[in-house]
């Protein structure tokens, strides 16, 4: 698939119309919402004084691992980037996490080859921002493909919260970023947060010992603009953006799970979605399966049993929303 051009993104100057004494006329105030993105300090802290009155917000559930938990992305802008804060109700607790925004750039409603995504995250507090694009073979940072990486990023956490912000350009010129202008002021949005497992103990991120909540689904964009002012619109609701594998269904608690060879779980583990909101959604449609079959066997109503064999498996439930691409929720089973 080719590149996708920058010219459609390119935005002409004009000059300033002349007053009738053949002066130019003054220059206008820039609007309150540019100055007061010019403030926003990346530090993953949210205290001072007006740093983010004037952002756009979209409020949201969090599958964390106790359960869903309020959370708010915010945005806005100055004259030359963009910003983002994730602020997730409930502390990191010493734990990783990551927060992911991913872009459509030509905002056709498609993921395609060279879209944006941007990555901040780590064991808070933790700096520096991951700039990155959907390659042939999935995610591929640009510094790796003659691209640079445009941008900052802090974590921080409190006894209550867990924050995210973010800068990244509005136009960087470089071919694998977004390129916002008053010409595009809008881009295809979707983000995802990742929250670690009490007990992890893998360094991947796909390990199966993070819970994951896809804004607004899987392949689903909400829509942002940039110009004349920041907003955030379009999410659509009913679609799955979160699927939690519980040890059964009477408990709403995800954690990872330990089984001894020749075991079975009586009960089948437990399934739940939800949209973005918070809302319940149907799993009818969902399928189970193992990473590993010889370490861990699951069966078509979600009972787990093992063999001879030690290691590590994970199940995976996967629900199809509307679009056909699979939200996942995984639970991580070690079996010695």
Not at 155 to 178: F, M, Q
Request: charged content about 20%; proline content about 7%.
């Amino acid at each position: 698939m080719p590149r996708p051009s920058l010219a459609g993104y390119l935005v002409s100057l004009g000059a300033l119309a002349a007053c009738a004494d053949g002066t130019a006329p003054p220059r206008p105030e820039r609007p309150s919402l540019n100055k007061k993105a010019a403030y926003v300090r990346i530090d993953g802290v949210i205290s001072r004084t007006n740093e983010w009155r004037d952002a756009a917000s979209l409020k949201f559930m969090v599958n964390a691992p106790e359960g869903l938990v309020p959370a708010e992305l915010l945005s806005m802008r100055d004259e030359a980037n963009l910003y983002f804060a994730v602020i997730i109700q409930r502390p990191a607790g010493g734990l990783d996490g990551e927060a992911i925004i991913a872009f459509d750039n030509d905002n056709d409603g498609e993921r395609e080859l060279y879209d944006d995504q941007i990555f901040a995250g780590g064991v808070p507090p933790a700096r520096g921002l991951a700039d990155a694009h959907l390659g042939s073979e999935g995610t591929t940072f640009d510094a790796l493909e003659g691209g640079t990486n445009d941008g900052d990023a802090a974590v921080a956490s409190t006894a209550t919260t867990t924050t995210y912000e973010i800068r990244h350009p509005l136009n960087s010129g470089d071919l694998y970023d977004v390129a916002l202008t008053k010409a595009a002021p809008r881009v295809g949005l979707e983000l995802l947060v990742r929250i670690a497992i009490p007990g992890l103990a893998g360094p991947l991120i796909d390990s199966g010992e993070f819970t994951h909540t896809q804004v607004a689904s899987w392949g689903v964009f909400c829509t942002l603009t940039a110009f004349p002012s920041t907003s955030i619109t379009g999410c659509p609701s009913g679609e799955i953006a979160s699927v939690r594998v519980t040890p059964n269904p009477d408990t709403h608690e995800v954690r990872l799970i330990t089984m001894g060879p020749h075991q079975t779980f009586i009960q089948p583990l437990g399934l739940f979605a939800y949209d973005y909101l918070g809302n319940p959604m149907p799993t009818t449609s969902c399928t189970w399966s193992s990473s590993d079959e010889s370490v861990v066997d699951v069966d078509d109503q979600g009972h787990i049993s093992t063999g001879a064999n030690t290691g590590t498996a994970l199940i995976i439930a996967s629900c199809p929303n509307r679009v056909a691409l699979l939200q996942q929720g995984t639970v991580k089973v070690t079996v010695q």
